[in-house]
């Protein structure tokens, strides 16, 4: 009994428009239940009988199920994955109708294709990273139609706030540095034009497939673009079907732009970032610090005397950290190369080399450091082992204990 | 992706009232999720080592206790971490110590639980990494406050809703859980846990800033701010005093000095009046 009183809270969830009551869904179902229909097949049924179902991707809510959407395919791209050692094809990538955009996830092959305008019927929403995401599975229907869907309506981003998935937005940006180069397209040379872009929340890559004649120093508005991401590290890609439009420099100044501070379970959840400060406690100096060897030929580090490419090499000896910083929230790696590290122990590379023991400078290395409050700058890389802060920068944060505790005691007082 | 657990603050006080846990797998983590909805893995926390000793009887099995302002840590090391445990047998007792651990629990029947650590990484620190770590650690206990009252505020509390508010993914689905298993949350306990543990950093900071005489004025105004016609009871005139800073010891010296003076009497007993 308690699963038709969930399946009528499934189906009601699933009608935009309650033009039907409880009682009179209950007498259908039971209906079909007595004929034997299977219950999710009496639930569509009804679903599509009650119609005019169709949800706007603003509406979706977290754990909604039997989703009907009308929209366009903005982009799809496919990926491997094992599942229980097995490898399946699957598809992600950004679905838009005229009330917005949102991510999505295909468990097999519907044949679509960017551009293509569909009915999708008996999709689920789910939480991921405290945005909603489609998931289209074994359930779910899809046909494409030829009704004239309007264009997604874009939606203003501030760089912070670029995540993969996201699509249709409209961002002003002031154009960092600017490359031109070709690449080639199936049997096509190209010209793309990549670079950095930035506002005063952070910074961001970008490539765009047309030449809107970008100059470094120009601040754009682009209406159009999507989102997708290197290591963690959001791309604005756009290109001719964008627009693009030249602002007065001055709306965003050149000292206006800002390094991103955020979290680190935000940044952990994000993977990467370009250009970012993060504060926490170093709570661990990793095995690789310290004085090492790395191959004259391609600068990878040696392990017991080799380079995993190049074999038995005189390994020339450099000097770097690497630690895990971590704030209570989330846990990030850091590597700290010669100059930055040379800088937070105040003793030079050549000092150190004279030093008879590795262990004696990890020692030291920890003795500066475990405990103590650091902020890094950098980018940051998410791989499948986390995420790493390649420094550019590092400081040991000096904290007035007593003025943090009289703060404490007044926020107490509010509470 | 491989996520690396978050080393979680939290006093003593907090993680030993713990008791729901959640299982992990083969693949997923163990989590204790403690009344303020921490759901930890891993902590990091700073204390004095107070003892140590060899537990078992053929190998090296070490149990350690570890206290803070509010607590004592248990930890339990051997063999398998083996730095941790040469760190415990060589730092003298007692010392600041700093350690990373994963949690430890141990159900001897329904309903009852022990918490412990297995220490992953152990210094020795100094008074001033004490202090930060108290600071640290009051920082996050407040926060999870916070987030226990954004939940309770909800109907019913849900992840969703919390994350929009800006708190972790962990912390959210803490919370969630610590409202659905916890029943009633004592919220003024952890608080109180929060001022105890800066009075640890600060008493002296007041009495060298303030002399007594300052620190009785200070008393006596807040009498004068809460009493009735018939006076203020005690607790309550400590509890305003503490929120101001000043630590029981000192304010119930405080108190005996006025009533020498002539400033305040107790009209009756447990209630104070100024005169």
């Given at each position: 009994l308690t699963s038709i009183d969930e399946s009528i809270d499934d189906i009601l969830d699933a009608l935009s428009e309650k033009k039907v009551g409880r009682e009179e869904l209950e007498k259908h179902l039971k209906r079909f239940l007595e004929y034997g229909v299977p219950l999710d097949h009496a639930k569509e049924t009804l679903i599509k009988k009650f119609g005019g179902s169709r949800v706007l991707i603003k509406d979706l809510k977290p754990d909604q199920r039997n989703i009907t959407l009308i929209c366009r395919?903005?982009?799809?791209?496919?990926?491997?994955?094992?599942?229980?050692?097995?490898?399946?094809?699957?598809?992600?990538?950004?679905?838009?109708?005229?009330?917005?955009?949102?991510?999505?996830?295909?468990?097999?092959?519907?044949?679509?294709?960017?551009?293509?305008?569909?009915?999708?019927?008996?999709?689920?929403?789910?939480?991921?990273?405290?945005?909603?995401?489609?998931?289209?599975?074994?359930?779910?229907?899809?046909?494409?139609?030829?009704?004239a869907l309007p264009e997604a309506q874009p939606t203003e981003c501030k760089v912070k706030d670029l995540r993969p998935g996201l699509g249709a937005i409209e961002i002003v940006a002031r154009i960092l540095k600017m490359e031109e180069r070709q690449v080639e397209v199936g049997d096509q040379r190209k010209n793309v034009y990549s670079g950095v872009l930035g506002d005063e929340t952070g910074k961001a890559q970008f490539t765009s497939w047309h030449d809107f004649e970008l100059k470094e120093g120009d601040v754009i508005k682009i209406s159009g673009g999507y989102i997708k991401s290197w290591k963690g590290i959001p791309q604005l890609i756009f290109d001719e079907k964008a627009t693009v439009e030249r602002l007065d420099s001055s709306v965003i100044s050149e000292k206006s732009i800002k390094t991103q501070r955020l979290p680190l379970h935000e940044l952990v959840e994000k993977r990467g970032a370009l250009d970012v400060e993060v504060e926490g406690t170093v709570i661990d100096i990793r095995k690789g610090s310290g004085l090492i060897d790395r191959c004259p030929e391609c600068n990878r580090v040696l392990r017991e005397g080799k380079c995993s490419i190049h074999g038995d090499v005189e390994g020339i000896t450099d000097l770097r950290i690497k630690l895990v910083m971590d704030d209570g929230t989330g846990a990030v790696g850091g590597i700290l190369g010669r100059e930055v590290t040379e800088k937070l122990l105040g003793k030079s590379f050549e000092e150190l080399k004279t030093e008879k023991s590795y262990d004696k400078i990890i020692e030291k290395m920890n003795n500066l450091l475990f405990s103590q409050r650091l902020v890094l700058q950098g980018n940051a890389l998410g791989d499948e082992f986390g995420t790493t802060i390649i420094a550019r920068d590092a400081k040991i944060v000096d904290i007035d204990v007593e003025a943090e505790s009289r703060k404490l005691f007044e926020e107490l007082e509010e509470l | 992706m491989k996520r690396r657990e978050p080393a979680w603050r939290v006093f003593a006080g907090e993680y030993n009232d713990s008791t729901v846990e959640i299982r992990g797998g083969e693949k997923t983590p163990s989590y204790i999720v403690t009344p303020l909805g921490g759901k930890i893995n891993r902590l990091f926390l700073v204390g004095v080592l107070t003892d140590v000793e060899n537990v078992s009887e053929g190998g090296e099995f070490l149990r350690a206790h570890v206290s803070d302002p509010t607590g004592v840590f248990t930890l339990y090391s051997g063999q398998y971490q083996k730095d941790a445990?040469?760190?415990?047998?060589?730092?003298?007792?007692?010392?600041?110590?700093?350690?990373?651990?994963?949690?430890?629990?141990?159900?001897?029947?329904?309903?009852?639980?022990?918490?412990?650590?297995?220490?992953?990484?152990?210094?020795?620190?100094?008074?001033?990494?004490?202090?930060?770590?108290?600071?640290?650690?009051?920082?996050?206990?407040?926060?999870?406050?916070?987030?226990?009252?954004?939940?309770?505020?909800?109907?019913?509390?849900?992840?969703?809703?919390?994350?929009?508010?800006?708190?972790?993914?962990?912390?959210?689905?803490?919370?969630?859980?610590?409202?659905?298993?916890?029943?009633?949350?004592?919220?003024?306990?952890?608080?109180?846990?929060?001022?105890?543990?800066?009075?640890?950093?600060?008493?002296?900071e007041w009495k060298r800033k303030m002399g007594s005489e300052e620190i009785e004025n200070l008393i006596l105004e807040t009498i004068k701010e809460v009493e009735g016609d018939e006076g203020a009871a005690w607790d309550l005139i400590v509890e305003k005093c503490q929120k101001k800073g000043i630590d029981e010891n000192t304010i119930e010296e405080a108190l005996t000095s006025l009533m020498d003076k002539g400033y305040i009497f107790e009209p009756v007993l447990g209630t104070i009046k100024s005169t």
């Open positions: 395919v903005i982009n799809i791209n496919q990926r491997e994955i094992t599942v229980r050692g097995e490898t399946r094809k699957i598809f992600y990538g950004i679905l838009g109708d005229e009330s917005g955009t949102v991510p999505f996830t295909a468990w097999k092959d519907f044949e679509i294709e960017k551009g293509d305008v569909v009915e999708i019927s008996n999709a689920c929403a789910r939480e991921w990273g405290g945005n909603i995401k489609l998931s289209l599975g074994e359930r779910t229907t899809i046909k494409i139609t030829d009704e | 445990t040469d760190q415990l047998l060589n730092i003298e007792v007692p010392s600041f110590i700093g350690v990373i651990g994963k949690i430890r629990t141990f159900v001897p029947e329904e309903g009852s639980m022990y918490l412990s650590i297995r220490p992953e990484v152990v210094r020795e620190l100094d008074v001033e990494a004490r202090n930060r770590w108290i600071i640290e650690t009051c920082v996050q206990t407040k926060h999870r406050i916070g987030a226990i009252i954004e939940g309770m505020k909800m109907n019913p509390p849900n992840v969703y809703d919390l994350r929009k508010l800006g708190y972790s993914r962990d912390l959210s689905e803490g919370v969630v859980t610590a409202l659905k298993n916890y029943g009633e949350i004592d919220i003024e306990k952890y608080l109180s846990l929060i001022r105890e543990s800066l009075h640890y950093i600060t008493p002296q």
